[in-house]
Nanobody
Framework: QVALVESGGGLVQAGGSLRLSCTGS????????MAWFRQAPGKEREIVAA????????YYADSAKGRFTISRVNAESTVYLQMNSLKPDDTGVYYC??????????????????WGQGTQVTVSS
């Protein structure tokens, strides 16, 4: 069982950057595929990016391709989401999620067992 804590959210102007961090504790971090999801007001939670346990394979939603980068440092039990060229549509609560698998990653919300509390990202126009 792993506990996740996100940080790094905030208010930024359109075109700016933020780096989100998610640190895990209480489990063997490298046994988990990790992902970042976001939820905008009135909308369903959606995947932004995912990464395998080793960090060698990543996935990005179309909205994130070319602007966001997911990475992880297993020795630090941390996964990052670097977000550049932010747009107002990127506004929402960003959640870190973990799934105990070394066989790739999932993109569906219900496949992830462990979640952080979320961090708010607000992009002003």
């Amino acid at each position: 069982q792993v506990a996740l804590v996100e940080s790094g959210g905030g208010l930024v102007q359109a075109g700016g950057s933020l780096r989100l961090s998610c640190t895990g504790s209480g489990g063997t971090f490298y046994e988990y595929a990790m992902a970042w999801f976001r939820q905008a007001p009135g909308k369903e939670r959606e995947i932004v990016a995912a990464i395998t346990w080793s960090g060698t394979t990543t996935y990005y939603a179309d909205s994130a391709k070319g602007r966001f980068t997911i990475s992880r440092v297993n020795a630090e039990s941390t996964v990052y989401l670097q977000m550049n060229s932010l747009k107002p549509d990127d506004t929402g609560v960003y959640y870190c999620a973990a799934d105990r698998t070394t066989m790739g990653y999932f993109t569906e919300v219900d496949k992830y067992e462990y979640w952080g509390q979320g961090t708010q990202v607000t992009v002003s126009s």
